[in-house]
């Protein structure tokens, strides 16, 4: 189970350096960069809740 909680630190440093590699880019465009970290996040957070649903038939 601890493999699961790498794999999540993981995505979240990838989500913190795309952040600041980001705004760093594009220092003016603080809403839109702001929007698209927001979604990146929404996604992994929809991606898990699906494999979650989806592993409850298949859990121990």
């Known amino acids: 189970m601890w493999l699961l ?3 999540e630190a993981c995505y979240g440093v990838q989500w913190a350096i795309i952040g ?13 960069v702001g929007m698209l970290w927001a979604a990146y996040a929404l ?15 298949y859990a121990w």
């Open 5 to 7: 909680g790498v794999m």
């Open 20 to 32: 600041t590699y980001c705004l760093a880019a594009f220092p003016h465009e603080r809403i839109v």
């Open 43 to 57: 996604g992994v957070a929809g991606v898990s809740h699906l494999n979650r649903k989806r592993a409850v038939h």
